[in-house]
């Protein structure tokens, strides 16, 4: 009887373990045990609840998950194509793609990318930001070369990667792969949008209205199911933003507020941005 209340009382502090180190490490609580709303083959809409800073407590993750194989990958600027800035819904509109996002932080000029950009034969910004310590490649040159990839520069020779893919943008990096968080300690916050890639090598957009400080951000995207090994910010605050919509699906964001639309299905108070990286159906 005795080893009997002992082994149940073992079993007991072991349930009561592990719901602790649950609560201490995720910071998140998902509702279903399917992280992902399947939208197609190769697309997956994710919605996360996680722990934010107050006022706020809660916040919503936005995560799509895109299949490179499935999916084609494309760099839109302004430089290239000579026409205004555009808000996210204007740009999937125009060039007919299912989703988009920021494509980086841009300078005084509001064309240019920050790091280097290039796009098959145009150049944006052909200098490479020593600071800035992710590239994200796409397009490659070589059609049995891995259709998306975000480069750690400290780790690849960022000539090198430039020579591999048609589609290169270079942004600050958030997560060194396998899965570091590599954020300077800061207690500034912001709405953030980030670009991403997980294990099987899928591109994560990844966007979240909530301000955050990174570092916090960075954790949650870690301890999150969604197998994340690598990770670039594309900008923060009002410019920050994503937008989708396909199957009947459409999540819209802009700075720190859902995308409203007007009765013509214009949005009326998304920033207009000069470059994104978008996708559409292979055909």
Not at 55 to 76: G, R, S, W, Y
Not at 132 to 140: K, V
Not at 144 to 163: C, G, L, M, N, R
């Amino acid at each position: 009887m005795h080893r009997e209340y002992a082994r149940a009382a073992t079993l007991i502090r072991t349930v009561v373990k592990i719901v602790i180190l649950f609560h201490i490490l995720a910071g998140i609580s998902c509702e279903k045990l399917n992280f992902w709303q399947r939208i197609d083959d190769g697309l997956f809409l994710g919605e996360f609840k996680i722990n934010a800073p107050l006022p706020f407590n809660e916040a919503i993750m936005t995560i799509l998950k895109v299949d490179p194989t499935v999916h084609q990958f494309h760099l839109l600027t302004i430089s290239e194509h000579g026409h205004e800035p555009l808000t996210l819904p204007e740009w999937c509109e125009r060039y007919h793609l299912i989703g988009a996002i920021n494509a980086g932080m841009y300078q005084e000029d509001y064309k240019s990318n920050v790091g280097f950009m290039k796009n098959y034969t145009h150049m944006n910004n052909s200098h490479v930001n020593s600071s800035h310590h992710s590239l994200a490649a796409f397009n490659p040159v070589d059609a049995s070369d891995t259709p998306f990839f975000i480069f750690d520069i400290d780790e690849y020779a960022a000539d090198s990667v430039i020579h591999r893919y048609h589609s290169i943008v270079q942004n600050l990096r958030l997560i060194k792969s396998p899965g570091e968080n590599r954020w300077s300690e800061s207690t500034k916050r912001w709405c953030e949008a980030a670009l991403g890639q997980d294990k099987d090598g899928n591109a994560l957009f990844i966007y979240c209205r909530t301000p955050m400080n990174m570092i916090d951000f960075i954790d949650t995207l870690l301890q999150l199911p969604i197998d994340i090994v690598a990770a670039m910010h594309v900008e923060g605050g009002l410019p920050a933003a994503l937008h989708f919509s396909y199957h009947g699906v459409t999540k819209s964001f802009s700075g720190t507020a859902e995308t409203r639309f007007d009765a013509e299905g214009h949005a009326v108070n998304a920033t207009r941005l000069p470059n994104v990286i978008g996708f559409s159906r292979k055909n």
